[in-house]
């Protein structure tokens, strides 16, 4: 009577165990599945704004008859909040990067505009494509990790766009805008320079 509870009992503890274990085996392959899903979905979105990211940074502007130079490419923009995934599987710090992304362009745009309504002068405009080029490389290579971690995550292959060359474009971006700056500086530099009073021997 006593054996039979017992095995009783293990046969009941046995059961429980095997169901547990096949809930939490469905459960990681679910969780695998809208992983690889939300990954899809959300690097088909990064990869977008990568492509405009690229296409603001190479414009250069178009010149007219007159020597006025216009854009001709138009900001990209990233709106997660509208693709139907479920963000909670992501790891926190991932997650924050892609929902702030929005909020960054917003920032990058506010200072292009700011630097076309008081710094950019006729008629090339070089302050404000500088502005764009220095903002979206900056975007663009951000984006692109974004894109590698959610790859990773998901399983999906790596970047083939990368033959492209848009990392390279976005740092050598970013440097030609460093070396504008310094440029610039001493230039102002020099000129502050020859206002001061010369001294007299």
Request: proline content about 4%.
């Amino acid at each position: 009577m006593f054996e039979k509870l017992i095995v009783v009992i293990l046969g009941g503890l046995v059961g429980f165990l095997l169901t547990i274990l096949k809930e939490s085996v469905a459960a990681k392959k679910s969780k695998a599945a809208e992983t690889y899903y939300l990954a899809i979905i959300v690097t088909s979105s990064i990869e977008q704004f990568i492509v405009g990211c690229r296409e603001v940074v190479t414009d250069n502007g178009t010149e007219d008859q007159n020597g006025y130079t216009y854009y001709h490419s138009q900001t990209p923009s990233f709106t997660p909040l509208e693709l139907e995934v479920d963000w909670k599987i992501l790891p926190q710090d991932l997650l924050y990067d892609l929902l702030n992304l929005p909020q960054m362009v917003h920032e990058a745009n506010s200072y292009i505009s700011a630097v076309s309504d008081y710094t950019a002068t006729p008629p090339d405009f070089a302050e404000f494509y500088e502005a764009r080029a220095m903002k979206y490389a900056a975007l663009g290579l951000l984006a692109i990790q974004m894109s590698e971690k959610l790859r990773d995550l998901g399983g999906l292959p790596k970047r083939k766009v990368e033959e492209w060359g848009d990392r390279q474009t976005f740092l050598l971006a970013l440097h030609e805008s460093e070396e504008s700056e310094i440029m610039r500086k001493e230039f102002q530099q020099k000129m502050l320079d020859s206002l001061k009073p010369q001294a007299h021997a």
